[in-house]
């Protein structure tokens, strides 16, 4: 589901079969207005996180997003959402606490500038990472640093016009593995390949040392909406993409 309207509400369980990955897409600038609302669904350590943001906007659309993440968590789990607790690895990624562990669902969340992809499944690990595309940095210098050797001459192949886009595709699939993973920026960068050409089918190119792992995952772009990249990574091929936003399933 595209989630655009500030009034957005559950009113019967969700469901998530076991074969399936669903992906909501969020406006944060739309439904953040909503503040005070989206509040009261969150943890005491989740509001005293969100206190301490600086600007508003940042702390508007982190309550929105942890908010999201509650209602429809407590959806699938026909449960209340103020009551979810989570539980984190070392690297910080989330997962929902002991008392729901049975139920198997996983998730992961990203968002960028106005826009929040949540993506949900069970049994299985899951990343998605959304960047908002910007042409205002050095993107080849900042490439050098974190593609592999590999990648970066997928960029410098890209004509000029089309290397924002094609750099953000690789980021946005890069992240999506990495958080898959649950090994965050303590994978290097630079040990895995990924396609920069726009609608692989499974962009995981390479993964070192052992080769093998790149069969076990399946990373694809997914629509984050104009002006905006993002990628979806998920161990397993026995799966299929519900794409609420667009009310299909691919």
């Known amino acids: 589901m595209n989630i655009i309207d500030a009034g957005f509400r559950i009113d019967e369980p969700l469901t998530l079969p076991e074969d399936e990955v669903q992906l909501w897409r969020v406006d944060l ?10 509040k009261q669904i969150l943890s005491s350590d989740e509001s005293t996180r969100a206190s301490r943001f600086h600007f508003s906007r940042d702390r508007q659309r982190f309550v929105t997003a942890r908010a ?19 539980s984190y690895s ?7 606490g002991p008392e729901h562990a049975e139920s198997n669902v996983t998730f992961n969340v ?15 690990e899951i990343g998605v990472d959304v960047e908002q595309v910007r042409r205002d940095f050095d993107l080849e210098a900042i490439a050098r640093r974190f593609f592999s050797t590999h990648e970066q001459g997928q960029l410098v192949a890209v ?8 750099f953000f595709r690789c980021w946005t699939r890069k992240e999506a593995y990495i958080k898959a993973t649950g090994d965050g920026l303590s994978l290097p960068l630079s040990q895995f390949d990924v396609s920069l050409e726009a609608g692989e089918k499974n962009a995981l190119l390479a993964t070192r040392p052992d080769g093998s792992e ?3 995952w399946l990373l694809q772009d997914v629509p984050g909406g104009l002006g905006y990249a993002a990628a979806l990574c998920v161990r397993g091929h026995d799966w299929k993409l519900n794409d609420w936003q667009q009310g299909r399933r691919t």
């Open 159 to 166: 004509p000029a016009e089309e290397k924002p886009d094609s």
């Open 110 to 124: 990203s968002h960028s500038g106005d826009i929040a992809l949540l993506a949900f499944t069970r049994g299985r």
């Open 214 to 216: 790149a069969g076990r």
């Open 90 to 96: 070392k690297k910080e990624k989330p997962s929902l």
């Open 29 to 38: 600038e739309a439904i953040g207005a909503e503040e005070s609302r989206w």
């Open 68 to 86: 999201l993440l509650r209602i429809i968590l407590g959806s699938y789990l026909a449960t209340d959402p103020k009551g979810l607790r989570f």
